[in-house]
């Protein structure tokens, strides 16, 4: 019986490091930013790695007062293109620490 609990006590040592990494990993992804573009650069979306849209760029030669709608796709398509970058970055990072566990 005692066996057992050295086991238990080992595994639960392992989870509580494996959780302070993964807090630490986290916190550092949270501190990178991201940055999206549209076609031609036209769009830049900066976003933090809490999916934070933190800066929006849009060269003035893209404005068309005739025709919103195109800076409205790139605008979409930058901060898409950002958040899909934030996105990976945390898969590839807290991924190690979710694998193979349910509901991850």
Known sequence: MMR???NMQGMLKQVKKMQKEMMAAQEA???QTF???STNDYVKATVT???QLKDLEINPA???DQDPEMLQDLVI???NDALQKAKKAQEDTLGKYTKGLPGF
């Open 35 to 37: 940055i999206g573009v």
């Open 62 to 64: 893209i404005i068309d």
């Open 4 to 6: 057992g609990m050295g």
């Open 49 to 51: 790695g809490e999916q």
């Open 77 to 79: 398509m930058a901060v």
């Open 29 to 31: 992804l949270n501190q």
